[in-house]
């Protein structure tokens, strides 16, 4: 049985700090969410405007095939072979046409590596269409996987706009991730610990401190710039998501970590407030 899940409401004292960080970090145009999970109180700035996913797509992948692993209809062990219709060259590609990979490695290479060409095989695998039913089956709005990455064509039958996110919808499912709620608790551990793993410190990451545990996935295209995940502390999870889309890059990555560094304080000083 999966844990309960603590209800979220919106807590107009942390929107109205969301929305003063907002502004003091310059992402007044920015999609941000904070959720205390544990406490189930949730802040969200511009919740609702859809923005290009860029490599934030691959969270609801990763969350599709370990839905997948633990019904059995797939196991981590099982191996795929590289195609050269999932082949991109975009963003430093670990893989090549003709290499055998197993379900497990994609899934790592895909969120530490942020690797398209495994990001690809697995929308290949999984289905987008199935992927976009799980998400619905979970009332998980304002995400839709679309199409593979790396500039390859629509899929069949899927509408040609790319993938898109909100910071509502990665908010609600990074949510039930902190809980152990998305999938089961089993897999939901395994995926948390895969996103402690993300190689990609440019953003939320350069605004921590090294002992701070983030969970987290990144992503970018030529005109934006994310992060969004778990920042695990001792006394519960907080739920953390940026979507930006306001170049140049370096000053969006340079916010980012002033927005996460400024929303740990802003939860651990309600967390010491409210146990007071």
């Known amino acids: 049985m999966q844990p309960e899940l603590p209800l979220v409401a919106e807590d107009p004292v942390l929107t109205g700090a969301l929305t003063a960080l907002a502004r003091e970090t310059g992402l007044e145009e920015a999609g941000l969410a904070i959720v205390m999970s544990a406490e189930g109180r949730a802040a969200f700035h ?9 490599s934030l797509v691959k969270i609801p992948v990763m969350a599709a095939l370990h839905d997948a692993f633990a019904a059995k209809r797939l196991h981590p062990g099982q191996v795929l072979e590289v195609t050269l219709a999932d082949y991109t060259d975009t963003w430093k590609p670990a893989l090549r046409p003709g290499q055998q990979v197993s379900l497990e490695h994609l899934d790592s290479l895909m969120i530490r590596a942020s690797d398209n060409v495994a990001t690809n095989m697995l929308i290949g695998l999984l289905d987008a269409g199935t992927i976009a039913a799980w998400l619905a089956q979970r009332g998980l709005a304002g995400i839709e996987v679309r199409r593979k990455l ?18 509502r919808g990665l908010a609600g499912l990074l949510h039930l991730l902190a809980a152990g709620a998305l999938v089961s608790p089993c897999e939901d551990a395994r995926m948390r610990e895969i996103m402690l793993g993300q190689e990609d410190t440019a953003r939320f990451r350069r605004g921590l401190d090294p002992e701070d545990r983030l969970a987290h996935k990144t992503g970018e295209t030529s005109r934006t710039s994310h992060d969004a995940g778990l920042l695990l502390d001792p006394d519960g999870s907080t739920t953390l998501v940026a979507l930006t889309a306001d170049p140049p890059l370096d000053r969006l990555n340079r916010r980012l970590g002033d927005f996460a560094r400024a929303a740990r304080d802003l939860v651990r000083a309600e967390r010491r407030r409210s146990a007071d």
């Open 46 to 54: 511009n919740p609702d405007r859809p923005f290009t996913a860029a």
């Open 150 to 167: 790396g500039g390859t064509v629509p899929m069949p039958g899927v509408p040609a706009p790319g993938n898109r996110v909100t910071a």
